[in-house]
């Protein structure tokens, strides 16, 4: 059966995923019939693809010292609608780019709107930090939140959990963040999440293998980097196709001259 070799380099990451698809076939197999798939499994296969495409972007564009933003909204402002609330948020980002371009620096980030089944609404966002004093950056964190007049701010630094610095599980969260809000609404076609247009890319191949058999696997790591620690996937889709996929870092100079 045929498979597709993807391999993705974002910032410090590289993962590589080798999956079955009922699209491609090789010479002389027939393509086999779908199974009925229930639209949970849809709706969480695509979850997941919208999670690994925004673990990309964050590797890409953001490390774990930048900053991880709450932007709430007290009681009395619990009413505005999506609308509202986006107009809102347009206008904290306005007043953020102005205070990142008197720092000289640009502002980047990637966020997601909340709104839940019983009424709680607030915005989390990924932005670059900047490199200030202690002083410095106390003022500019006091300057931002007064850019947002309908509740508390919170910053925090992007903590890692696992000490990987893969973004994936601040990625899941959002995307989880934003199915509720979905429901919520009632809008399926809602934007999961917004971007700054000025984020990088990351590099994305992917081969197309038109062979009988499988994948065997085993990760293949690039010179320069290391396979992370419990990063490896054997597991099947609704459909019943089978995928393999693992991450791999690269190393620091610390880490080799420790070697």
């Not at 979850?47 to 495409?53: I, L, P």
Request: charged share 35%; hydrophobic share 30%.
């Amino acid at each position: 059966m045929a498979y597709i070799d993807r391999e993705v380099f974002a910032g410090r990451y590289y993962s590589r995923k080798q999956y079955h698809t009922g699209r491609y076939h090789p010479k002389g197999e027939k393509r086999k019939k779908l199974g009925n798939v229930s639209p949970d499994s849809v709706a969480k296969a695509n979850m997941k693809r919208a999670t690994e495409h925004l673990t990309w972007k964050l590797n890409e564009n953001f490390e774990v010292d930048d900053w991880w933003v709450t932007l709430t909204y007290e009681r009395e402002n619990k009413t505005r609608d999506a609308d509202q609330m986006q107009q809102d948020f347009n206008a904290f980002m306005k007043a953020a780019r102005k205070l990142y371009k008197d720092k000289d620096a640009t502002l980047r980030f990637c966020s997601v709107m909340r709104v839940g089944i019983r009424g709680s609404r607030h915005f989390h966002l990924v932005m670059n930090s900047l490199d200030l004093s202690k002083r410095e950056r106390t003022e500019f964190r006091k300057d931002l939140k007064k850019a947002w007049p309908f509740g508390f701010v919170k910053i925090v630094p992007v903590w890692d959990r696992d000490d990987s610095g893969v973004f994936d599980f601040i990625a899941k969260y959002m995307i989880e963040e934003s199915e509720i809000t979905r429901k919520a609404l009632n809008r399926p076609g809602l934007k999961r999440y917004s971007c700054s247009r000025n984020l990088r890319p990351p590099t994305v191949s992917r081969k197309i293998v038109k062979r009988s058999g499988t994948f065997n696997c085993r990760p293949r790591i690039p010179k320069g980097y290391k396979l992370l620690k419990d990063s490896e996937r054997l597991e099947a889709d609704a459909w019943g196709h089978l995928s393999y996929s693992y991450t791999c870092i690269r190393i620091t100079e610390n880490e080799v001259q420790i070697c």
